[in-house]
């Protein structure tokens, strides 16, 4: 996983490499400043000896001019390497999803991918800062620092030998019970947000049933919850700063007295300097903050590590439709075959959304399709983009399978207005040239009259460039169905395929639509889901679909006839039409 | 822990703004923890003061001990083994305090966020309908989230580390004046130039930052809206597209989030070196005044300065980043105080519901027990108490009615329904249908005119007992998470298991969830997918058949179910239905010819009345609706 994500450093390896660098030789000058403290001290404050002062001094600037200089260096390079490390993550992430099939995208489902595409990339761009940064930076510290103690005073340096791994321990034992304790706390506060997210959602419910107290009750008792385990937490967590605090101390006290002893007297031949007392002091708070440091990466590294495990998901996942070899670009006509065709939503799923699905549509058809949720009407029409695979069983579109032709071809000639539509933020033209980037306004306002939206675009204060908002919030919902037609028409189908794409148009309007297509696109193939039966009443035949079984194919007449289904979705709309005639 | 360096925009501390907030705050501090946050504090000097000690104790441990005892032939070490002991002893009380002081801080912040959590919920609960359409669900949403997240922080963190900071600022600047008052006075005039270069660091980060948040801001809402629309990418073959326009939202963000971070990070070796600077600066000057003979200048008192003066920089530097949390802290506290002191929806109402027993003679009797039969109890004015049996009748007198003064949606709306009446409304989303049935229930008050149920004025009635004796499907089920009897029961707390079950049975509910797994107890998960949207409705319409209220309002309940499930959920309805009055709103006009009564609304005014037959015949609005010619949206 980690090499997988390693491998988006790319362009910024230099960087990357860098920063560790310049940390190191910044940490490195830090380490020698308290050495020449002692210096300056021993050399020239004891003795009285202010040039050597003056020397030492300089040293001192020289030695914090360099460190700032490799500090500052060090935030450039790993600044470049850590937004560039996203940048290039982000990207490959972004460019993967555009790959996706409709299957992958079923799969990690769209808030799923949303979250990985953001978050995610922010906590693993943190961890990788702090690794080049902070886990660099903390262990150099640490094994520099203690080098030059036990070079100054092996004997005082046996303190170190007494305190690590009591820190070590200690925060071991804390970070090992906080863990499961914090997980739970973020259940509960799951659990809270839920609660609130749904009163909210529901307070019309709420207040229709007088159900304000039980409410009441019910956030008390989950916000309790969230008291009682972050203070358990939290209660733990509390003795992190004092037990640093104690490591800190117990070397201040051993270092005074056993350091007061051998500035003295030395102990076993052993001496050291005044000087060289308080730069021990200074290294054991380097010493025992670098090993908080390094317990803060690695926390910080343990929570990310969720992250960038959801990231290599969605890296991993490769698109299951891809383009054959030696591609058809060119597709004939708008003929359609559906042969023995088996579909399910993943390999190892039970249930046959289709169930062995023959039928033929003849280029220029008008084909209505009906059924009940959940009868796989919106799956069957889907296959003919090759949006979804069949499980078994072929589609000819054109004279030709569908996995034989270049993708984008297909898909540019089998228009489909899927049922869950969306427009984009941007201009109504911006939006209509999502069907043909060259498409002229002429182009345009032809799709739009065909999809009769021209009317109501030219009502609108800018027409053609009024502004749509992110979602299509401010036009209707038959508004927005009607330009999504519209979109789809300019892409000049020999397939149009409209899947519930008229739900929220009023009869009438519909009806004008049916006609346009009628008399403008004779030799287009039309394909319409939907839940009216006068939307395909005059079609040349009309699918049942039941259950994801082809029920029946027959025109209007025949249906009614002989399928009872039918049938009984055509009485429960014509019943007041029929009892007013 | 050591907290990275706050990069964010400073905002200064407005006293008007912020003061008052803070105030309250510490209402809250002191109305339940009065004595344990003393008690905090005396612990935060405390620590504070050992951890200056230590600093202190090198110019004793030099000046007194080493010094004197050097060439001594036989020192004796057991004075400095007692001063020893002395700090160690000093070391322990401020070790205890420390973790006293956060572990009660902590306890106490979680504690003081649990009331104002549950008092800002339970206010929430309070307020009246209008509140919730004037602020969006993210919006109320992110005052339980983040702007009780960072207020939590920072009771629990940054004002304890504020305290403490000042604590050691004091503590460690009064060693130093007592130790010598002109090295004093060189590390305040460092401190004043290390002060002035972070804050230019910190306004040219904090520029770099905001552009980084915007950029962010773009880039995430692009990744949004396209990873929603992900399947028409695909279908227009887009793609490749969507990838160049997200490369350049992608680099710039790349090109400012690199700013912000160098700027962020460059803070941390600055800060160091400038101290290790201050460190030679002291050491240099304290040297040369040491040799020179300066008086009260020994070797320990320049060793211990310099310690002192890095104990006195670092939390000065963190002083600015911890007012700056509690300030952006603070921002979050105004909003969440703000929803506390929203005004609560009023109830002046005193007309109750009771449950009543027909006396032989046909007069009504109160009665505590569960009779079915319900009355509205009034107490006139005049002391005169009055049974009304409930029955349903509902009319409407010239109602007036507008969200916003001066701006009526209503007008001069008059109606009648009878006892188990079925009243219908037709019309454009924003012609007022909606806005009718919630003046019913009192979710919104009119302006002019009045409402009668069963010949009483609405106002009059309390709102909770109002409330009781109407039902409502709606068109979001909006069901909870818990068991399928837990959302059935959420219409009448107290039902049995058989009266859920009967009221399952009664709306065409108690099929589908016999089939399901754990049938009654099957859980819904948040955001549950696991029913499908007529079954959801099913259960909605339970719901209100347990409640068994004698008005019943249907708002677009079936709107979002194909035809074929909508035949099977209206049988549901149409039993629910009976012997009820019901006030109905549909879009698919087949559903409400059957009406008693069918209202057109057109821009808040009744232009058509009656029912089918004659507004058929009449030719005007509704007669084209029904035949197609106009488009409902």
Not at chain 2, 354 to 382: F, I, M, S, Y
Not at chain 2, 412 to 424: G, R, S, V
Not at chain 2, 546 to 575: C, F, Y
Request: overall charge neutral; proline content about 2%; glycine content about 6%.
């Amino acid at each position: 996983m980690i090499r997988k994500l390693a491998k988006n450093i790319g362009k910024y390896k230099f960087d990357t490499f860098m920063s560790p660098l310049m940390i190191s030789l910044e940490v490195v000058m830090e380490v020698i400043i308290p050495l020449l403290m002692a210096k300056l001290i021993d050399d020239g404050i004891t003795p009285g000896d202010l040039s050597a002062v003056v020397k030492f001094g300089l040293l001192l600037v020289l030695s914090a001019s360099i460190s700032l200089g490799f500090g500052s260096l060090s935030c450039v390079f790993s600044a470049n390497a850590s937004a560039g490390f996203a940048a290039n993550i982000r990207k490959k992430m972004f460019d993967n999803v555009q790959d996706f099939s409709f299957r992958n995208i079923d799969k990690f489902q769209t808030s799923s991918i949303i979250t990985r595409l953001t978050t995610d990339v922010s906590n693993v761009q943190n961890a990788f800062q702090m690794l080049i940064r902070i886990a660099f930076r903390a262990p150099i510290m640490l094994v520099a620092a203690l080098i030059i103690t036990i070079s100054i005073s092996p004997t005082l340096s046996l303190t170190f030998l007494l305190v690590i791994p009591i820190l070590i321990i200690g925060f071991i034992f804390i970070i090992k019970s906080v863990f499961p304790v914090f997980t739970e706390v973020f259940k509960k506060y799951d659990g809270m947000n839920n609660i609130v997210q749904e009163d909210i959602a529901g307070i019309r419910v709420v207040k229709t049933y007088v159900r304000e107290d039980y409410e009441k009750e019910k956030f008390r008792a989950s916000s309790q919850e969230i008291y009682k385990y972050f203070s358990k937490g939290e209660k733990i967590l509390a003795a992190m700063s004092p037990l640093m605090q104690f490591s800190m101390y117990v070397c201040i006290l051993v270092i005074s007295y056993f350091g007061a002893v051998l500035i003295v007297k030395g102990i076993g031949g052993n001496m050291i300097t005044t000087g060289e007392l308080t730069s021990l002091i200074t290294y054991s708070g380097m010493i025992l903050s670098s090993l908080m440091m390094v317990s803060m990466v690695i926390v910080m590294i343990t929570i990310s590590r969720a992250s960038a495990i959801r990231i290599t998901e969605l890296l991993d996942e490769k698109s299951d439709i891809t383009n054959p070899n030696n591609p058809v670009t060119n597709v004939n006509n708008g003929d359609i075959i559906f042969d023995h065709v088996d579909f399910r939503y993943s390999e190892n799923s039970e249930r046959k959304v289709l169930d062995d699905i023959n039928f033929k549509i003849k280029s220029g058809q008008t084909i209505g399709i009906i059924g009940s949720t959940g009868s796989s009407k919106s799956s069957l029409v889907q296959l003919i983009a090759r949006l979804y695979d069949s499980t078994a069983g072929s589609i000819y579109v054109g004279g030709n399978n569908v996995k034989d032709y270049d993708i984008e071809a297909l898909r540019n000639s089998v228009a489909v207005v899927l049922q869950k539509n969306v427009l984009f933020s941007g201009s109504i033209k911006d939006n209509l040239r999502w069907g043909n980037e060259n498409a002229t306004e002429e182009e345009m306002i032809r799709a739009c009259r065909m999809a009769r939206a021209d009317e109501f675009i030219r009502e609108m204060p800018k027409g053609y460039d009024t502004h749509i908002e992110q979602g299509g919030t401010n036009v209707s919902g038959g508004q927005k169905q009607r330009l999504c037609i519209a979109r789809a028409l300019l892409k000049n189908p020999k397939i149009l395929i409209l899947d519930d794409s008229t739900s929220a148009v009023d009869t009438r309007t519909d009806a004008e639509i049916r006609k346009m297509f009628k008399n403008e696109l004779q030799g287009v193939t039309k394909i319409v889901i939907t839940q009216r039966i006068s939307s395909i009443e005059d079609a040349d035949a009309i699918i049942v679909m039941e259950g994801g079984q082809l029920n029946q194919m027959g025109t209007h007449e025949d249906l009614l006839a002989t399928n009872a289904i039918y049938r009984e979705v055509y009485e429960s709309q014509s019943k007041a039409v029929m009892e007013n005639a | 822990m050591p907290k990275p360096f706050n990069a964010g925009p400073r905002e200064k501390f407005n006293i008007k703004k912020h003061g008052k907030t803070l105030k309250r705050l510490l209402g809250y501090i002191f109305r339940d923890y009065k004595w344990r946050f003393i008690f905090v504090l005396v612990c935060i000097l405390f620590s504070a003061i050992a951890g200056a000690a230590g600093s202190i104790f090198i110019r004793i441990l030099i000046d007194d001990y080493i010094t004197p005892m050097i060439g001594v032939s036989d020192p004796v070490f057991s004075g400095l083994l007692t001063a020893i002991g002395i700090l160690a002893l000093i070391y322990v009380v401020g070790i205890a305090s420390s973790y006293l002081y956060n572990r009660t801080m902590v306890v106490m912040a979680q504690g003081i966020m649990k009331n104002i959590r549950d008092e800002m919920f339970s206010n929430m609960q309070d307020l009246p309908i209008s509140y919730y359409d004037g602020h969006t669900h993210g919006d109320l949403m992110s005052r339980y989230t983040n702007d009780a997240d960072t207020l939590r922080q920072m009771l629990a963190q940054s004002v304890p580390q504020f305290i403490s900071s000042m604590a050691t600022v004091i503590v460690i600047f009064f060693a130093m004046l007592f130790s010598n008052a002109v090295l004093t006075l060189i590390v305040i005039v460092c401190v004043v130039l290390m002060m002035m270069i972070t804050k230019k660091i910190a306004s040219v980060s904090g520029k770099y930052f905001v552009a980084q948040q915007k950029s962010l801001g773009e880039t995430n809402g692009f990744i949004e809206e396209m990873v929603e629309g992900e399947k028409v990418i695909k279908v227009f073959c887009h793609e490749e597209k969507t990838k160049e326009q997200f490369d350049v939202l992608n680099d710039k963000l790349r090109v400012n989030a690199t700013m912000a971070n160098k700027f962020a990070t460059l803070m941390m070796p600055v800060m160091n070196n400038l101290g290790n600077l201050q460190y030679v600066i002291i050491a240099v000057i304290g040297s040369a005044l040491c040799i020179l003979g300066f008086p009260g200048i020994t070797l320990g008192v320049v060793a211990s300065f310099m310690q002192l003066s890095k104990n006195f920089t670092m939390p000065i530097n963190q002083i600015a980043n911890q007012f700056n949390s509690i300030i952006v802290a603070l921002a979050g506290a105004d909003r969440i105080f703000q929803l506390m002191d929203a005004k609560k929806e009023e109830d002046e109402g005193y007309v109750t519901l009771v449950n009543v027993e027909r006396q032989p003679d046909g007069t009504l009797k109160e009665t505590k027990e569960k009779t079915n039969l319900w009355a509205w109890k009034h107490l006139h004015k005049d002391g005169k108490l009055e049974y009304v049996l409930v029955q349903g009748k509902v009319t409407f007198n010239d109602v007036d009615f507008a969200y916003e003064p001066g701006k009526t949606v209503l007008h001069n709306i008059t109606l009648q329904a009878d006892k188990a009446e079925k009243i219908a409304f037709v019309g454009h989303t924003g012609a007022g249908k909606t806005t009718i049935t919630n003046l019913l229930n009192r979710f919104y008050d009119i302006a002019d005119g009045k409402i009668r149920i069963d010949g009483i004025n609405i106002n009059k009635i309390r709102k909770p007992d109002l409330r009781h004796s109407l039902g409502m499907v709606l068109q979001d089920t909006n069901l909870f998470t818990g068991t399928i009897k837990d959302n059935i029961r959420f219409g009448k707390l107290d039902a049995s298991d058989e009266e859920i079950i009967d009221a399952a049975k009664r709306s065409n509910a108690d099929g589908f969830i016999r089939m399901l797994p754990d049938g009654y107890d099957t859980m819904l998960t948040p955001g549950g997918n696991n029913l499908s949207q007529g079954q959801r409705q099913l259960l909605s319409i339970a719901r209100a058949a347990v409640a068994n209220p004698p008005i019943l309002v249907l708002d677009e309940a079936t709107s979002s179910i194909d035809t074929r499930t909508e035949a099977i959920v209206q049988k549901g309805m149409d039993r629910l239905m009976e012997g009820r009055t019901v006030f109905v709103i549909a879009h698919r006009l087949s559903t409400i010819h059957n009406s008693d009564v069918i209202v057109v609304l057109d821009q808040g005014r009744i232009i058509e009345i009656g029912n089918h037959e004659k507004l058929i015949n009449k030719k005007g609005m509704y007669y084209q609706l029904y035949t197609g010619a106009f488009e409902l949206e």
